[in-house]
């Protein structure tokens, strides 16, 4: 299956990256049709029909190695959109007339290419990432990368964790979070996605917090967590409250563009040229200030047929919705 797939998915995204308006003509973005192109040809070139164990095993080593390769697109992808933000902020000559003046949240059909982008590259790294750990010795309550018993709270601890540490490198101290709900739940879902998400939401809480209550003195408000579930619930539904000043009207439409971010320029330029050995979803990792994680957490959600929402109250506070489908319920929803 893998070896009939896997091409057909990597020749669709090289047309994307050939089409798409704007970015195709950044480094970033051009290095990435490379490596697409790389593996596109290598599996090309790979034998039509598997029917050894030493083909097996080749093969296997050949889709690790583009895992792998891979690895960084994210970032990568992340600094091709800086590099056009950048470009039509100083009216770059080397872009076409028409991107003068042009607002990086309206730019839809930039948007709807990264939407699509992503979502199928979530599809590649499944399929690659399931394959790969179907041949490593099992693991109790793993069937691949889906955890039958994934416990939503046991994510949240470890996502709080994460996200209290990159708050208190970067101010000094981090909010408390409280969690209730559903605690003992568990259900069918791959962990990792499920921890990138919500690392996202309570890290972009934690800084909401601090930057509008300051680190000095106590009076930070805690944030909260709600986990709902139930046997005869449609989905296992997260909710991540805080106390940090709320999102503008305005501003809401643009949380959800990969090209729109409220980092500073210069934090934004540093991430941009850190070390090209960064991953995507690390702890360091530059995404937190490069716009992408809201997005990027929507897809992830929506590739198992769930969904990410944002509710905010301007002065006050953000709600954000986390609404999870248990595995075996939906359909791929891959674009061509």
């Keep these: 299956f893998l070896r009939r797939e896997l091409p057909i998915r990597l020749a669709h995204r090289i047309q994307d990256l050939d089409r798409v308006p704007y970015m195709r003509e950044m480094s970033s973005v051009v290095g990435v049709k490379q490596l697409y192109t790389q593996s596109f040809l290598e599996l090309a070139d790979f034998a039509n029909t598997i029917d050894t164990p030493g083909l097996e095993q080749d093969f296997s080593d050949l889709v690790e190695t583009i895992y792998e390769r891979h690895s ?55 399929l690659i990432g399931q394959y790969l750990a179907l041949r490593q010795p099992p693991v109790e309550n793993y069937v691949g990368i889906i955890c039958s018993q994934t416990s939503p709270y046991e994510i949240v601890k470890r996502a709080i964790d994460d996200a209290a540490f990159m708050c208190t490198r970067k101010y000094g101290d981090a909010p408390d979070v409280f969690v209730t709900g559903k605690l003992e739940q568990t259900f069918p879902y791959v962990p990792t996605h499920l921890h990138y998400i919500m690392l996202e939401l309570l890290k972009n809480s934690m800084r909401a917090t601090v930057d509008w ?62 070390n090209n050995n960064i991953v995507d979803h690390a702890v360091d990792s530059p995404l937190a200030g490069l716009g992408y994680g809201l997005p990027i957490s929507r897809s992830y959600c929506r590739y198992f047929g769930g969904d990410l929402n944002v509710m905010s109250m301007e002065g006050h506070g953000t709600d954000a919705f986390v609404y999870l489908t248990r595995l075996g319920h939906a359909k791929e929803p891959i674009p061509l």
């Design 213 to 274: 209550h300051g680190v000095d003195g106590d009076d930070m408000p805690p944030i909260k967590v709600v986990i709902a579930d139930g046997r005869d619930n449609e989905d296992v539904v997260i909710k991540v409250s805080d106390e940090g000043g709320g999102i503008p009207r305005s501003n809401m439409k643009r949380i959800w563009s990969y090209l729109f971010t409220t980092a500073d320029p210069k934090v934004q330029e540093g991430m941009v040229s850190l």
């Design 72 to 126: 960084r697109v994210l970032v990568q992808m992340a600094q091709g959109a800086y590099e056009l933000r950048h470009a039509i902020m100083d009216h770059n000559s080397n872009l076409p007339e028409y991107t003068k003046g042009v607002r990086f949240d309206e730019l839809d059909s930039t948007h709807a290419f990264l939407d699509r982008f992503y979502l199928c590259r979530i599809g590649i790294r499944v």
